[in-house]
């Protein structure tokens, strides 16, 4: 499940709605005090519960603060109230846009009051306006006597199939609708036990923060281990132990509540029938578990200085960024960092950023962080960064990347550049700039040449800080800013375009046209990067990611990524033939990130010649060398 975005209101200087859109790696930049850490700190509230009465913003409308959080990726089936899958769409769970929108609201008073809604596209019929909220006998009263529906083979005992047998017999339209599902309801509403369900799904939200007081067990440190606590309680064979626990002691425990009931029943069997057993609330496995960092000579680390303490968390990220590449059961996490490069080395920030943004390129992880630091920011995709600033009576939230057009927005780069005064790398450094179409392919060559430098070391390894890479299609701040910097610098330029886009011919042609000695271009002779991987690559690269993928050939002509997606998909005994276009493509896309890290590692100078891709790689490599030189 991935946070798509959250919509704030009332929540400290958020007085007015505001929308926030969160990518798989977000940035948040701005003046100081402007509200950065507000939108990570909101959605600790709405996961974790911390808020108190001094968030209500002072400007605010209402006593009310509301932070509402809108999830794609819902399974389409999933179990709620029964034993038995449903589908979330079918019974009303998910938005106009098939997403889970939860609302929370924190009524502020003496105390702060909670309670959860749901916003859903839901039956607008009144006789099941309430049906997600009854249980089994209810439902079965409803169906039979109140509508007169015949329930001959519907399964009784299963939730599902009852509100399912009702709303066929139903029918009508839908429309918008929030149902409550936590905060003063019945303890008889069956939507207890579905938000149950459904939170256990939600991703987990850890946030670090950089003004931790110093304290026995200091969150510095804490939070980390406390994460990995609650990544492994949330693995789906944990969870299934965990219940086992919980129902043996609810048995258990049961039994002696039962017998003090029958005992009851000698002295007053009328004061007995009103009793009944029950928990009131689940446990808190969070509570149990408690695991911290010592030394050799078992010194807590927060009795450490602050530098240590951050490389801690600096290794924490390295170490989730490796780990999650080949964990395909990794539950859906969010990490929020609050200005990670506090007390880092200059070099230590390069790899904290390093290992964000490889650790947000994996499956079920997002990360999040709000930072001043231009060394940090201009490594950053551009799609990735969010711009804060104040506007007459509210808070303006700026995209580096229209994500109407896809265009980047010129305006909003530019406020972030002059906030944080990022200037490109300097020129002496700079020998020669590679032009390619995205960062995956800057990855796929540069493991590469090292591979062919291996066994022949007068190939040009491209791992070299001389080297400048500039994206083309759709790129970092640094790239944006260096894209716009070093085309004036006079440095030799090669372009390496795949050959799957005409508009990439063309320019490829326009460039070797131009008949400047210190620019080549080249399109590759197969369709894309992608097409001299080896297949044995790819399906090792799955395998190792937990994965089964078995193709058998690749072609020059092949679409990989494509191919890829269609033979997982249909390896987990998927139709598909019958999947739409759009989530096609989607699965496809997603494909390329694995392919140019994971399957790329396992091609070998053997695997490249028999792809047939030797020679020209070579002859790539020679040219960029010749003109470096």
């Given amino acids: 499940m991935k946070l798509e975005k959250i919509k704030l209101k009332n929540f400290r200087c958020y007085n007015t709605e505001t929308v926030f859109i969160v990518d798989d790696l977000t940035c948040i930049i701005g003046k ?29 409308d209402s006593n009310v603060i509301e932070v509402t959080c809108f999830f794609s990726g819902i399974p389409d089936k999933i179990v709620l109230d029964a034993t038995v899958p449903t589908s979330p769409k079918e019974e009303g769970l998910l938005n106009e846009n098939d997403e889970l929108e939860i609302v929370r609201r924190y009524s502020v008073g003496a105390t702060v009051s909670k309670s959860i809604f749901i916003n859903c596209f839901y039956p607008v019929d009144l006789r099941i306006d309430n049906l997600l909220s009854l249980k089994k006998d209810t439902l079965i009263l409803k169906a039979e006597e109140e509508l007169g529906i015949d329930l001959t083979g519907v399964p009784k005992n299963q939730n599902p199939a009852l509100r399912r047998a009702i709303r066929e017999f139903i029918g009508g339209d839908r ?33 670090f923060k950089v003004d931790k007081p110093l304290e026995d067990k200091d969150k510095d440190v804490q939070d980390p281990m406390k994460s990995a606590v609650d990544e492994t309680l949330a693995l789906p064979e944990i969870r299934v132990l965990l219940e086992q626990i919980e129902e043996k002691v609810r048995e258990k425990s049961s039994e002696v509540a039962d017998g003090i009931i029958a005992k009851l029943k000698d002295i007053d069997s009328s004061l007995a029938e009103k009793l009944k057993t029950d928990f009131k609330k689940s446990p808190s ?43 395909i059961n990794a539950p859906s996490i969010i990490y929020a960092i609050e200005e990670p490069e506090t007390s880092q080395h200059p070099n230590h920030q390069l790899l904290l950023i390093k290992s964000l943004i490889e650790l947000s390129e994996q499956n079920n992880t997002q990360v999040m962080f709000t930072s001043h630091n231009a060394n940090l920011v201009r490594e950053i995709p551009i799609q990735s960064l969010r711009y804060i600033s104040q506007v007459p009576d509210a808070l303006l939230v700026e995209y580096g990347l229209d994500y109407v057009t896809g265009e980047k927005n010129e305006a909003t780069i530019q406020k972030i550049i002059q906030t944080l005064g990022i200037l490109p790398n300097p020129a002496d ?14 990855n796929g060559l540069k493991r590469y040449s090292l591979i062919l430098n291996a066994q022949d070391n007068n190939i040009l390894d491209l791992n070299s800080d001389d080297i400048a890479w500039v994206i083309v299609g759709g790129s970092s701040l640094k790239h944006y800013i260096e894209n716009n910097y070093l085309e004036g610098l006079g ?100 494909k390329k990130q694995l392919l140019n890290q994971l399957a790329v590692e396992k091609m070998t100078v053997d695997r490249i010649v028999e792809r047939g891709g030797y020679d020209e790689m070579k002859h790539w490599f020679s040219e960029i060398k010749r003109l470096k030189n």
């Fill in 32 to 60: 100081n005090d402007i509200g950065k850490s507000t939108i990570i700190e909101a959605l600790d509230a709405f996961f974790n519960d911390n808020i108190d009465a001094g968030d209500l913003s002072s400007n605010g």
């Fill in 175 to 207: 429309a918008l609708k929030e149902i409550k599902v936590d905060g003063s309801l019945s303890s008889e509403s069956n939507l207890k036990t579905i938000w149950g369900k459904l939170k256990v799904m939600l991703p987990i939200f850890t946030l």
């Fill in 285 to 327: 496995w969070k509570s149990v578990f408690d695991l911290t960092l010592m030394n050799e000579n078992n010194i807590p680390l927060n009795k450490r200085g602050s530098g240590v303490r951050r490389l801690v968390l600096l290794s924490f990220f390295q170490a989730q960024a490796e780990k999650r590449k080949s964990d």
């Fill in 429 to 442: 450094k700079v020998k020669i700039i590679i032009f390619v179409e995205g960062n995956h392919d800057v």
């Fill in 491 to 590: 440095k030799p330029q090669v372009h390496i375009y795949d050959s799957d886009v005409p508009a990439y011919i063309g320019y490829v042609a326009k460039i070797n046209a131009e008949g400047n000695p210190n620019k080549i271009a080249f399109n590759t002779t197969k369709q894309e990067l992608e097409s001299y991987l080896h297949h044995n690559a790819i399906n090792e690269a799955y395998i190792a990611n937990g994965n089964i993928c078995t193709l058998t050939e690749i072609t020059d002509t092949d679409d990989v990524p494509f191919k890829v997606a269609e033979n997982l998909y249909t390896n987990s005994g998927n139709d598909w033939a019958v999947l739409e276009e759009l989530k096609k493509k989607e699965k496809s896309s997603q």
